[in-house]
């Protein structure tokens, strides 16, 4: 468990560091999602072989609702997470908070709904395939997308440890809980039809046989 919680804090760490050095090095919303999204894809190459490379709290929720996670992991991998996340933000000083540049419940909308997304094209690859270098290259590159297109009206966080690092550093408090509850939210939804989908597909199947 040491090994896999020690990934988890890495991991995290990694991306919440290279992620808030982008938006440090005042690097254009391009730039910036790219290199979440390269952080994100150099983490799962790297661990998911040791922890899942989860580096989520959202992820990780999702993934135990459907039985990717084992109940007793779950609150290790979620502490493990946001000490990484800390270290990371730690390091690069106070920059890359999130914060919402639109109304409120605009916000709220777009963390749900991108969350939501990348938690669902985390299912779809895999359940498509074990290949580590195509769930990263995927996972990878969603993240990069979402945080591309919606980086500038929330931050994209989709990660409550990704805002609660830098923004605890940064003294940015008060939007913690709204992100870690929206983020969660979406996650759970997402987990909840894939739960939906396995049932309809394997309903399916038993009526063919």
Same mark, same amino acid.
């Given at each position: 468990?040491?090994?896999?919680?020690?990934?988890e804090?890495?991991?995290t760490?990694?991306?919440?560091?290279?992620?808030c050095?982008?938006?440090?090095?005042?690097? =254009? $919303?391009?730039?910036i999602?790219?290199?979440? %999204?390269?952080?994100?894809?150099?983490?799962?190459l790297?661990?998911?072989?040791?922890?899942?490379?989860? /580096?989520?709290p959202?992820?990780?929720?999702a993934?135990?609702?459907? $039985?990717?996670?084992?109940k007793?992991?779950?609150? &290790?991998? #979620?502490?493990?997470?946001?000490?990484?996340?800390?270290?990371?933000?730690?390091?690069?000083?106070?920059?890359?908070f999130? $914060?919402?540049?639109?109304?409120?419940?605009v916000?709220?909308?777009?963390?749900?709904?991108?969350t939501?997304?990348?938690?669902? %094209?985390?299912?779809? /690859?895999?359940?498509?395939t074990?290949?580590?270098?195509?769930?990263?290259?995927?996972?990878?590159?969603?993240?990069?997308?979402?945080?591309?297109?919606?980086?500038?009206?929330?931050?994209a966080?989709? $990660?409550?440890?990704?805002t609660?690092? &830098?923004?605890?550093?940064?003294?940015?408090?008060?939007?913690? &809980?709204i992100?870690w509850?929206?983020?969660?939210?979406?996650?759970?939804?997402a987990?909840?039809?894939?739960?939906?989908?396995?049932? =309809?597909?394997?309903?399916?199947? #038993?009526?063919?046989?």
């Open positions: 468990m040491l090994k896999r919680l020690g990934a804090f890495l991991g760490a990694l991306m919440v560091f290279l992620g050095l982008s938006i440090k090095l005042e690097m =254009s $919303n391009l730039l999602s790219s290199t979440f %999204g390269i952080a994100v894809f150099i983490a799962i790297v661990l998911r072989n040791t922890s899942g490379a989860h /580096i989520n959202a992820v990780s929720i993934f135990y609702r459907s $039985n990717h996670l084992e007793n992991a779950l609150l &290790p991998y #979620i502490f493990a997470q946001l000490l990484g996340a800390l270290a990371g933000a730690l390091i690069v000083g106070q920059h890359g999130t $914060n919402f540049k639109v109304d409120l419940g916000g709220i909308i777009i963390e749900v709904m991108i939501f997304l990348l938690m669902m %094209g985390i299912y779809f /690859i895999i359940s498509k074990d290949d580590t270098r195509i769930v990263a290259l995927w996972v990878g590159f969603v993240v990069a997308l979402l945080a591309f297109f919606f980086g500038p009206y929330t931050g966080s989709m $990660n409550p440890a990704r609660f690092g &830098p923004n605890l550093i940064s003294g940015e408090i008060s939007v913690i &809980p992100y509850i929206t983020t969660i939210i979406g996650a759970v939804l987990s909840q039809c894939y739960k939906i989908l396995e049932k =309809s597909k394997l309903n399916s199947n #038993i009526d063919r046989v």
